[in-house]
């Protein structure tokens, strides 16, 4: 039998045991169970009840709730920096803003340039411009569980 998602076949020679483990990762947590082939009476029977355990257990995990806070940056500001070229053509040294995201499966870049609207202007409007696709995209979030929550799901899964 092969593995399915969430569901992975195990044997452990050192401990003798054999069956099926359920595990499931959302948000940075590992919930974890094991269904052993000797408790169930055969290998099919443990898959059948790690199968259900399964999906009682994502049907929990989808109505937990959830929190949801903005990211913060160690530097200040997600997806905005400060950057320098050398054009090709004249040679001098070029200072711009640049702001980016992705957007669908590209990546969008926008750059301010320090020279013609001035250093903290440039900065200004490519922290707007991030800013702006966050709101629109909804990015720049980090989704986790309450410490509450990951007791319950674990104690949940215990007992089924």
């Known amino acids: 039998m092969k593995s ?3 569901l992975t076949r195990f044997a452990y020679e050192s401990t003798g045991f054999k069956g099926w483990r359920v595990s499931v990762t959302r948000h940075g ?4 169970r094991y269904y052993s082939d000797l408790k169930c009476g055969s290998k099919n029977k ?4 790690a199968e259900e355990c399964l999906k009682k257990f994502l049907a929990k995990l989808d109505k937990a709730p959830v929190i949801s806070k903005k990211r913060k940056s160690r530097h200040g500001n997600v997806g905005v920096s400060e950057t320098s070229y050398t054009n090709s053509r004249s ?21 301010f340039p320090a020279a013609k609207l001035g250093a903290r202007k440039a900065k200004q409007m490519a922290i707007a411009a991030r800013k702006e696709a ?6 720049n979030m980090v989704h986790r ?8 799901l674990k104690n949940y899964l215990a007992s089924i």
């Open 29 to 32: 947590e590992i919930f974890t």
């Open 134 to 139: 966050e709101e629109r995209l909804g990015l």
């Open 91 to 111: 040679g001098e040294r070029r200072i711009v803003w640049v702001a980016s995201w992705p957007e669908g499966d590209k990546r969008k870049v926008v750059k």
């Open 145 to 152: 569980f309450s410490r509450e929550t990951v007791e319950e």
């Open 4 to 6: 399915k998602k969430n």
């Open 46 to 49: 443990s898959l059948k009840a």
